[in-house]
């Protein structure tokens, strides 16, 4: 990471987190934690979104064997981007 960057962590871990502490105070690394955006913020983002028709990308399996084995299968082997998506039909 570059000198003087931030670290916004999205999600939690309740295992042992590995952080290199010199490093970040060395070059002035920050992690910035935070539960939640405040309401008037998620409405700005999301407006952003529209404004930039922004969208979210998404995998997505048919929910049943097959689907959700081969769900499974790009998981485990590192493959699966963004959000995975069961999807019932």
């Known amino acids: 990471m570059a000198a003087g960057s931030t670290i916004y962590p999205l999600t939690v871990d309740f ?12 070059e002035g690394i920050t992690i910035q934690g935070s539960a939640t955006a405040s309401h008037a913020q998620q409405v700005k ?10 969208r979210p990308t ?16 790009t998981l485990k082997e ?5 959000r995975c998506v069961v999807v019932a039909q």
Not at 45 to 54: E, G, P, R, T, Y
Not at 78 to 82: A, P
């Open 15 to 26: 295992g042992k987190t590995p952080i290199p502490l010199l490093r970040l105070i060395v």
């Open 45 to 54: 983002m999301l407006q952003f979104c529209v404004d930039h028709n922004i």
């Open 58 to 73: 998404t995998m997505e399996w048919p929910m049943n064997t097959e689907g959700i084995t081969t769900a499974l299968k």
């Open 78 to 82: 590192g493959k699966m981007r963004y």
